[in-house]
């Protein structure tokens, strides 16, 4: 798994286009962060802005990161060198999933200097929510490894880039988007509460309020280990 995971790592990193990546995720938050929240006028500093465009940006973003892990193997033919290796098949796929994960990690170090400023523009100097920000963010990096799980499965279907970024990013909207604006409609009628819970953005908000719950956990994993497990059965059909 640790070659795996040190392959896909180094593929990433060995590229211009693995910065391009970072840098336009950090970009795009960055510029809406920083111009569209009032810090100096509510007194009160928050990352609210951040914590909302993100997710959107990982739609596109975590799709191009994982498109490859999977289709290229089939394109190039080293599926079946993978396969004669003393590896088993969750030792592949985990080696890429956790490779794609630690990316999500990676785009997120930068961003933590955006708390250190609004931490420092809070009046008095300090004046932010620090448990709700830091549940944020681990509700935003679980929604990464999320939408990673989503992608990962969608590089097994095809050989085609391209096609496995599609499937990947509707798949990620569907779930992050669609399903709320399914829950609001007024046909939904006392439906509507439960439709929403289903959704990645209600579990995602959830954990943004500075309470850790299991239940939010629990759901995350769930999704992403259904969706590795989708990955082995994929795999295994060839």
Do not use: H
């Not at 630690?102 to 620090?130: A, C, E, H, K, W």
């Amino acid at each position: 798994m640790f070659q795996i995971f040190k392959k896909e790592i180094g593929s990433f990193l060995g590229s211009l286009v693995g910065y391009i990546i970072i840098g336009v995720f950090l970009t795009l938050c960055g510029v809406y962060f920083w111009s569209f929240s009032d810090f100096f006028g509510a007194g009160v500093a928050d990352m609210y802005n951040f914590f909302q465009v993100a997710p959107f940006v990982y739609l596109f973003l975590i799709p191009a990161i994982t498109m490859k892990m999977f289709s290229e193997e089939k394109k190039s033919g080293t599926m079946e060198l993978l396969f004669t290796k003393p590896i088993s098949v969750w030792d592949i796929i985990l080696g890429k999933y956790l490779a794609a994960c630690l990316l999500i990690f990676i785009s997120l170090l930068p961003t933590l200097f955006y708390f250190y400023s609004i931490y420092q523009m809070g009046n008095p100097v300090g004046n932010i929510d620090v448990a709700a920000t830091c549940s944020s963010y681990l509700g935003l990096f679980l929604l990464g490894c999320v939408f990673a799980s989503i992608g990962i499965f969608s590089s097994s279907l095809t050989d085609n880039q391209a096609v496995a970024f599609v499937v990947s990013f509707v798949i990620c909207l569907f779930l992050y988007y669609a399903i709320a604006q399914i829950a609001s409609l007024s046909i939904m009628g006392s439906l509507s509460y439960i439709i929403s819970k289903i959704g990645l953005d209600y579990q995602y908000e959830s954990l943004s309020k500075g309470l850790i719950d299991t239940r939010n956990l629990i759901y995350f994993f769930s999704v992403i280990f259904i969706a590795l497990w989708c990955t082995k059965w994929r795999v295994l059909k060839g």
